[in-house]
């Protein structure tokens, strides 16, 4: 049974589906401006716009690929359970609560270190510096809750 759970993600202004639609609108009045010039004879304006797209493609495919990124972290009667999604990509921690450390981060960058059992995980990647301060007393105090009930 968890005891406590943290969901801990961007804070993403726009969905990747809405900004498909807005790069459809876009790319639609982008090359309907071009042809028009193309058909005036100005066919230049068409290879920079396509050139444009692409990169603004680019750019959002990149951000949609990140904006769903998150990391789970869920205090268990027995276990930590960290779950960190990048890009897609799934990694699942279960660590021992009886012999859990949580490191506060040392500097402004720094990330909240966990470690258990030879395993160390770092979570808080989309905190603030101050809210990953709180975020890492407050794991501590329900750890030592569960720990003192386990």
Known sequence: ???????????CSIAPRQL???FAGLCAISL????????RGAWFILVFSVLELTAVGWALLIYARH????????????YLLVELVHAGKTQCF???LDQ???DL????????????????VEVGRFLTEWRR????QELRHELAIAVGVG
């Open 1 to 11: 049974m968890v005891r406590r759970e943290w969901i801990l993600k961007r804070n």
């Open 20 to 22: 498909v639609q807005v």
């Open 32 to 39: 309907t401006v071009a042809l028009l010039f193309t058909l």
């Open 67 to 78: 904006a769903t990124d998150l990391e789970y972290v869920a205090v268990d009667d027995k």
């Open 94 to 96: 279960k660590m021992h």
């Open 100 to 102: 859990m450390q949580v």
């Open 105 to 120: 981060p040392g500097s402004r960058r720094a990330l909240i270190g966990l470690r258990s059992a030879g395993t160390q």
């Open 133 to 136: 301060r709180e975020f890492a």
